[in-house]
């Protein structure tokens, strides 16, 4: 089991940048595949971006593809999240998500852990 804690939200205006973090407890980080995924007031929660266990595979959705940058570093049991040129359509709060496995998964139901979420405000 693993367990995740989510930190580096805030309120930033329209075109800063924020970075996330989330810390995975455990000495197994390394064999879960990691996501971000957010949640606007009453959307659904949405899928963001993926990396495998290895970090050999990276997915984002397409909403914030050039502007998002999925990292992590197994050895610090840290998960990234470098979010650049926001816009108030960015505004959610930010989930980090792990899986048991190496392949990279977009949708929520294929992840087991969660953290708490971090809420990212992009004021206009």
């Known amino acids: 089991q693993v367990q995740l804690v989510e930190s580096g939200g805030g309120l930033v205006q329209a075109g800063g940048s924020l970075r996330l973090s989330c810390a995975a407890s455990?000495?197994?980080?390394?064999?879960?595949?990691m996501a971000w995924f957010r949640q606007a007031p009453g959307k659904e929660r949405e899928f963001v971006a993926t990396?495998?266990?290895?970090?050999?595979?990276?997915y984002y959705a397409d909403s914030v593809k050039g502007r998002f940058t999925i990292s992590r570093d197994n050895a610090k049991n840290t998960l990234y999240l470098q979010m650049n040129s926001l816009s108030p359509e960015d505004t959610a709060v930010y989930y980090c998500?792990?899986?048991?496995?190496?392949?990279?998964?977009?949708?929520?139901?294929?992840?087991?852990?969660w953290g708490q979420g971090t809420q990212v405000t992009v004021s206009s």
């Open positions: 998500a792990a899986r048991r496995g190496a392949r990279a998964e977009v949708k929520a139901r294929d992840y087991d852990y």
């Open positions: 455990g000495r197994t980080f390394s064999m879960y595949t």
């Open positions: 990396i495998s266990s290895t970090g050999g595979s990276i």
